[in-house]
């Protein structure tokens, strides 16, 4: 298991950060109103010795003991950073995302992953919640940071640069942004961007640290500068097979190599 999981993962993140912890369709799709989302609400039902809750856009398992409070927990906290997130990017994942619980320990065994993260996606979202934050702001953190890789997955599919993935992941927390500056405001030097294509797995936390820092600054910049919707149309070129320096350049109006060289500074 640990091995296929790490074959197909995407991104896994959570290193301490600004509070405490570590930090589809363009338009959006269909969508209940409002009123009736809140009919619907959070369901659960037992099955065998699993527990499966659900809400409008999440269905939660569990690997360990069901725990039908914390179940009813992620799926509301999640459907509440789903609108957030989407109305930000203005794209929403096009299906149902399952969320899956552990303990800690079973979290470290079946995805082999370091030590430093406590949450992963990889189609799904895989949290230890049996040690995952307590307090609401932290854990709403980590699950915001595991659905916005969703909603990259659905635009870019495989073909997203790390960092811009982590990046993106990291500055729509709360607070992410502010964390990630002063990261990068007492490192130097720093690694670029180039050298944060192909995943974090094999640094250590420090290294892990920077290299998220960075790219979430990397990231404010882009957003700053050209707004959400032009990282959005790079994420789309890029499904269709468009080189990243083409994409990066066509939309946000930069040379891909002078901002990085511009980051690195």
Not at 98 to 105: F, I, K, N, Q
Not at 249 to 265: G, K, N, P, V
Request: a negative charge; aromatic letters at 8%; glycine letters at 10%.
């Amino acid at each position: 298991m640990a091995c296929s999981f790490l074959a197909v993962l995407l991104a896994s993140v959570w290193l301490p950060g600004a509070t405490g912890w570590p930090p589809v369709t363009v338009d959006p799709v269909a969508r209940a109103a409002p009123e009736a989302a809140a009919a619907e609400g959070s369901q659960g039902e037992a099955t065998g010795r699993r527990y499966t809750a659900r809400g409008l856009h999440f269905e939660v398992l569990f690997e360990g003991p069901a725990d039908e409070f914390n179940a009813r927990r992620v799926v509301d906290r999640l459907e509440r950073a789903y609108d957030r997130i989407g109305q930000r990017l203005g794209a929403y994942p096009a299906d149902r995302i399952t969320v899956v619980l552990y303990t800690l320990e079973q979290f470290r065994d079946e995805t082999q992953l370091p030590e430093w993260t406590i949450a992963a996606y990889d189609g799904r979202i895989h949290l230890p919640i049996r040690g995952a934050p307590q307090r609401p702001e932290q854990l709403d953190g980590v699950l915001t940071h595991e659905l916005v890789h969703a909603v990259v997955a659905s635009l870019g599919g495989r073909r997203v640069p790390t960092w811009l993935n982590e990046g993106l992941a990291t500055v729509l927390e709360r607070g992410g942004a502010d964390w990630a500056d002063a990261i990068v405001a007492r490192t130097s030097p720093r690694p670029r961007l180039g050298d944060l294509h192909d995943g974090f797995l094999g640094l250590d936390g420090r290294q892990a640290q920077i290299a998220y820092a960075t790219s979430a600054h990397a990231v404010g910049r882009l957003m700053r500068l050209r707004g959400a919707p032009a990282l959005v149309n790079v994420l789309q070129d890029l499904a269709r097979g468009t080189a990243f320096d083409a994409a990066f350049e066509r939309h946000l109006a930069y040379r891909y190599e002078d901002f990085q060289t511009s980051i690195a500074r």
